[in-house]
């Protein structure tokens, strides 16, 4: 179940020598890239009239992609804001047989295509090159980037000043960080990648859908996976672990505590954590939603880390964790918001992505650094991102049920960064079932209809 491959401009770049040296030159890539986006926005925009912003740098696609839409019959006109720089760029441009309009000039049209500037831009846009975007992008019916958004940091995902928003971007090769990360992604609409032939591998890939087949003739409810979620202060929290634990398919949930209610098929253990915990068809163990960070809390806490069992430590235990040592021993899964990262993680330097990493490797666990971006990450460098998620999910005790979803694949026998990939995954896809106003509570039933989709 691995994921699209995201690269940072360096390694893009790198992906990019390894095709020249295969011995295609700068312009055939060039060509690829306009032609793949000329394509794309034709089957988004058709035939309507188009205005195609041309950079100063390195990028002559820009002047492909007229050409190419021209081909196809599109009424074009180009504006650039100054000579290409390089070779290519300019080979490219002598083959743009039209005007070439000047940026601060230029009249707008129905459809703007920004190819100002690619993944080597690192401060804000000049005055002269926003306010005629701007101006243009207003006027226009749809606005689509080529491979990313003008004025936006590449590795990270910042705005590095004013900005505007898009109907759609066409990645060039493979995605970058931003086409994943906030507040980038929020700016580029549908985003696609334009195939160009670059074999990219990343140590960083997107989330992709699990494959989580159902239960085989050979399989019982152990096999399935046991889940133990330990309930502690507040009992609601944990209920909805259990219960997310249950329908993203485990075979069998233990609630271990005193609290009432819950659906008939959940198990209630009232004796001590440790004697629940010695049971060895235990798959998964999840504490922290709900448990409270007071002493009883704790000790409970000491339980679990003392089981050896695999783990998924989540809000309060994470509070917990903080007052303690790291490295933790035996991988487990860590899902912190921002708030408890903060926390735990003081002051980690670079983007969410490395702050990720390191944390991982501080703690010698699989870390979810959860949000509307949520990146996870490995002792050992491997990392992934969430595609955008709907926002709905801003609601309390849906991280609950993340974790009793991540505790449900970990049981089942899946490595823990693959678990909490798929537990990720299977919340989106709730999330979108369940709809807007969602509450936590919705995502449980709709965590059993995004199962389907993982067969
Ligand atoms: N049905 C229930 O019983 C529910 C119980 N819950 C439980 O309630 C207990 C305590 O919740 P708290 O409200 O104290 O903990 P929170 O996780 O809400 O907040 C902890 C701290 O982090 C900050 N924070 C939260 N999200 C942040 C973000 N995205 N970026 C930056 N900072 C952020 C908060 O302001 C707070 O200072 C936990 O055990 C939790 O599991 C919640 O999970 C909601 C549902
Ligand atoms: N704006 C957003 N867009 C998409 N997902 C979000 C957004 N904000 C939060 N989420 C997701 O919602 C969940 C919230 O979990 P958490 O902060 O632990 O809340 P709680 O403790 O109340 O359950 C996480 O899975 C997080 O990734
Ligand atoms: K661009």
């Known amino acids: 179940m691995s994921g ?24 055939e890539l060039m060509e690829r890239a306009g032609q793949a986006v000329a394509e794309a926005v034709w089957r988004y925009a058709g035939a309507a009239p188009t205005l195609v912003l041309c950079g100063p740098g390195n990028g002559g696609d ?13 009424k074009v006109r180009v504006a650039a804001s100054g000579e290409p720089r390089t070779d290519a760029a300019q080979a490219m441009r002598a083959r743009w047989t039209g005007p070439i309009e000047a940026l601060a000039e230029a009249d707008p049209a129905p459809i703007l295509v920004d190819a100002l500037f690619g993944t080597g831009l690192a401060r804000p846009l000049d005055a002269v090159i926003i306010g005629p975007l701007e101006r243009l992008a207003k006027a226009a019916r749809q606005r689509i980037a080529v491979d990313l ?4 940091g590449t590795d990270d995902g910042a705005l590095l000043g004013a900005t505007i928003d898009y109907e759609m971007t066409v990645a060039l090769g493979n995605l970058k960080p931003a086409h994943r990360l906030q507040p980038a992604v929020a700016s580029m609409g549908r985003i696609v990648v334009a195939d160009i032939g670059l074999n990219a591998v990343s140590q960083l890939v997107e989330i ?11 399989d019982h409810k152990y096999t399935r996976g046991l889940v133990v979620v330990a309930e502690g202060a507040m009992p609601g929290a944990a209920m909805l672990s259990a219960m997310a634990a249950q329908r993203a398919g485990a075979g069998y949930v233990v609630l271990a505590g005193e609290g009432l209610g819950g659906p008939a098929a959940m198990v209630r253990r009232g004796d001590p954590l440790a004697t629940v915990l010695a049971d060895d068809r235990v798959g998964a163990v999840v504490i922290g ?13 000491d339980a679990a880390l003392a089981s050896g069992r695999r783990l998924v430590l989540d809000a309060d235990a994470l509070v917990l964790l903080a007052e303690r040592g790291l490295p933790l021993a035996g991988i ?3 899902t912190p918001h921002e708030g408890e990262f903060a926390r735990l993680f003081v002051d980690l330097p ?41 926002g709905w999910l801003a609601s309390a005790g849906t991280g609950d049920v993340l974790a009793g979803a991540i505790g449900a694949c970990l049981a089942r026998g899946l490595e823990p960064f693959e678990a909490a990939q798929a537990g990720v995954w299977l919340q989106a896809e709730a999330a979108r079932i369940a709809g807007p106003g969602l509450i936590a509570d919705d995502l449980i039933p709709a965590l059993q209809t995004a199962l389907v989709a993982c067969g």
Do not use: C, M, W
């Open 4 to 27: 699209r491959p995201i690269l940072t401009a360096a390694e893009t770049r790198t992906a990019e020598d390894a095709v020249f040296a295969t011995g295609v030159s700068v312009e």
């Open 149 to 152: 958004p003008s004025g936006i």
């Open 208 to 218: 992709a859908r699990p494959h989580l087949p159902a239960p085989g003739a050979s």
């Open 332 to 334: 487990p899964i860590l």
């Open 62 to 74: 820009g002047y492909v992609i007229a050409r190419a839409l021209a081909d196809k019959g599109v």
């Open 289 to 301: 939603p709900g448990l409270g960070r007071t002493n009883a809390g704790a000790l409970l806490l």
């Open 350 to 390: 670079g983007t969410r992505i490395d702050r990720a990493r390191a944390a991982a490797a501080k703690a010698q666990a699989v870390v979810v650094l959860k949000g509307p971006d949520t990146v996870i990450a490995t002792p050992d460098g491997r990392a992934a991102i969430a595609p955008p998620a709907p």
